[in-house]
């Protein structure tokens, strides 16, 4: 039987049409005009000032650091449970990140673990909207100093909303990766948000190797920048993907409906979505009570069926030393959590097949 991969996407006629313009006209480096029209589509669309493509979601969290001036000894709040991207970049500045343990039901720190994390050195915390939950940043705001600042990382969730707001929006900056399993995507790719302009102005220029500001001046570059820039290639594609995301995004919600449908939903849980969320799906992932994910990946590879295991907690990287802060929680999501094949065009027949697998697994004893 033909494998099913855990993700796969189609490139509709729109993609191509504009890929193939970018190529025709020659637009291949940054800067070029599907650069902005995508920047304007995503200021009218997310409400927002200022847009900055990048090379990376990794590259995204990077430039939010330095548009806050993280400097070593600065302390940044981060999950367990993301991404190792959010560590690192906290690294490469030599600050501190202080890993905090996430909630088993909704995969995301509570507020009162965040709050108490937070010291005198506190300069940020990351905000990860996990599988697209989106944590209630408005209450988070309300009880730490503003001189604290959010960075949401929505790589996972781009138009997830908390009470009708874009994540992105509700903090200080916004962070995505166009990935390419992403709900939008150009392959590698990102974007910082913001409504601050002198974040904006740090951003364009750290990721664009600290230029000088006039032609003469051009070379006198002012600090330690990077290549982090997007090409219009890229951005052509990203352009005719954000044009289309709520449509892969309804895909997904039809694909969740029907694994509900079939799965047998008394030996696993999915993520518990909060109050005043409307979620994105990004990967169609779920917890076992009694089982082992390593077990079922095994199981369901055997069946050609493509599956991933979950984040393994930051503080348990080999890398991460000295005292370190206990996270059941996010072991628990590591060791029993998966996630199963959710490309935007599974058929019927896959997700009863992908289910059928699942389910024989979950009666073996
Ligand atoms: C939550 C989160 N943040 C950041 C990233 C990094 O994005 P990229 O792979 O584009 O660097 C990812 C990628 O999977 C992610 O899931």
Redesign the pocket.
Same mark, same amino acid.
């Given at each position: 039987m033909k494998r099913i991969s855990v993700f796969s996407r189609k490139f509709g006629p729109l993609d191509k049409k504009f890929a193939l313009k970018a190529l025709r006209n020659n637009w291949i480096s940054s800067n070029g005009p599907f650069s902005k029209k995508l920047e304007n589509f995503i200021k009218r669309e997310f409400k927002t000032d200022y847009v900055s493509l990048v090379s #990376?979601?990794?590259s995204a969290?990077e430039c939010a650091l330095k548009a806050i001036n993280l400097k070593k000894g600065d302390e940044v709040i981060v999950p367990a449970f993301?991404?190792v #991207?959010?560590l690192n970049t906290i690294l490469k500045f030599g600050a501190k990140p202080i890993i905090v343990d996430v909630k088993k039901e909704t995969w995301l720190p509570s507020l009162d673990e965040i709050l108490s994390k937070i010291s005198k050195k506190t300069k940020a915390i990351i905000v990860?909207h996990?599988f697209g939950n989106v944590l209630n940043i408005p209450d988070l705001k309300k009880k730490i100093s503003n001189k604290i600042k959010i960075i949401e990382?929505c790589?996972?969730a781009p138009f997830a909303k908390f009470k009708k707001k874009y994540v992105g929006t509700l903090g200080d900056l916004g962070t995505f990766?166009?990935?390419a399993n992403k709900t939008i995507t150009s392959g590698?790719g990102?974007m910082v948000i913001t409504r601050n302009k002198n974040f904006h102005k740090i951003i364009e220029k750290y990721k664009n190797l600290y230029f000088g500001d006039k032609n003469l001046k051009r070379f006198d570059h002012e600090d330690i920048g990077f290549n982090f820039r997007m090409t219009d290639l890229q951005a052509a594609v990203a352009y005719s993907q954000a044009i289309n995301a709520k449509k892969n995004i309804l895909k997904m919600k039809k694909n969740v409906i029907l694994y509900k449908k079939y799965l047998d939903k008394k030996s696993i849980e999915f993520q518990k979505i909060d109050n005043h969320v409307q979620n994105v799906w990004w990967m169609i992932a779920f917890v076992m009570k009694n089982k082992k994910s390593d077990d079922l990946i095994r199981f369901l590879n055997k069946k050609n069926i493509d599956s991933r295991k979950l984040f393994k907690p930051l503080n348990d990287l080999k890398y991460i030393k000295g005292k370190k802060q206990k996270c059941p929680n996010s072991k628990y999501l590591y060791d029993h959590g998966l996630y199963i094949p959710s490309g935007f065009d599974l058929t019927n027949n896959q997700i009863k097949r992908v289910s059928k697998a699942c389910n024989e697994f979950f009666k073996k004893r």
């Open positions: #990376s979601g990794t969290l993301t991404i #991207s959010c990860v996990i990382d790589a996972e990766s166009f990935y590698e990102g």
